[in-house]
DNA sequence: GGCTCTACTGCGCAATGCGTAGTACTGTGC
DNA sequence: GCACAGTACTACGCATTGCGCAGTAGAGCC
C-alpha cells in the first residue's frame, strides 16, 4: 500500500497537532512533520493544509520577516482550531482502535 | 473532520483483514464491516475496493447462487493478496504510531 | 554571477470514497 | 398478479486532498 494515501484526512490533524505547541510557519512545519516520523509528507500539501486551514477559520496568521531568508507566514490555533483539534484526535483515536481491532486477528504470528 | 476522508488508504487493508478471516462477497464485506465498527462505509466503496484488489491480482473470484437472492460473487485472498496484508498492515501500525506520538502531547487532560 | 538554503504560491494530476441510479432475483402481503 | 422490501451487484460522475513541478524571491557564500 502506497503509504502516502493514509495522510488522506490525517494531515489536517498532524498539522493541527503540531502548531498546538507552539505557532509555525509552512517550512517549519513540513521539517517537524518529517521530524515526527512522517518523512514523506510532501511540502506542497503541508502548504495547501495551512491554506485551508487558515480559510476554514481555524487558525490565525501573521507574518514575520526572517534574517535567513524571504518573510515567514507564522500560523497558530484559534478556538475553532483548538476545538477543531480536540474533536478530530478524538475521532482518530476512535478510529485507530477499530482498525486495530479489525487487523488484530490478521497477526501472522 | 469528516471521519469518512480517513479511510482513504486504509479501506483497502480493511477490507483484506475481513476477507483473510473467511472468503466473503461485497454486501456481506460492507455488513462485517459496519459491524467492526466502521459504520460509515459506503457500499459502493467496498464492492470498488473488491474490484480493484482483483483486477490488481489480490483476489480470487468465484460465483456463487443464493438462496435468498441473487448471485454472489465471492472473493478470497491469494498469495498477492495475503502478502499486502502484512506489508499493508505493518505500515499502517507504524503509521497510527506515528500518529499517536503526534498526539499524545495535545491531550486535554 | 551562479549556487544553495530558505520560504511561499499556483497549476494540474491522480487516487479513492461516496451518492445516486439502475438492474435483477426472492419472498411476503394484499 | 402486483407492489414492496431485502439481497446483491454495476456504472457514472463528483469531491476531497495529497503530490509533482514550475515559478518567484530574499540572504549568504564562493
Chains 1, 2 share one sequence.
Do not use: C, I
Not at 45 to 55: D, E
Not at 97 to 103: G, I
Amino acid at each position: 500500500m502506497d503509504s502516502s494515501q493514509l495522510l488522506k484526512g490525517v494531515l489536517d490533524l498532524a498539522v493541527l497537532a503540531v502548531l498546538a505547541e507552539r505557532d509555525s510557519y509552512g517550512y517549519d512545519v513540513v521539517r517537524r512533520l518529517r521530524e515526527a516520523g512522517l518523512e514523506d509528507v510532501g511540502d506542497a500539501s503541508v502548504y495547501g493544509t495551512l491554506r485551508r486551514l487558515f480559510k476554514a477559520g481555524a487558525l490565525t496568521s501573521y507574518v514575520v520577516a526572517s534574517d535567513e531568508g524571504p518573510h515567514r507566514k507564522y500560523y497558530g490555533l484559534n478556538d475553532v482550531g483548538r476545538s477543531l483539534l480536540q474533536t478530530s484526535a478524538k475521532t482518530w483515536t476512535s478510529f485507530a482502535a477499530t482498525m486495530n481491532d479489525l487487523l488484530k486477528e490478521v497477526d501472522p504470528g
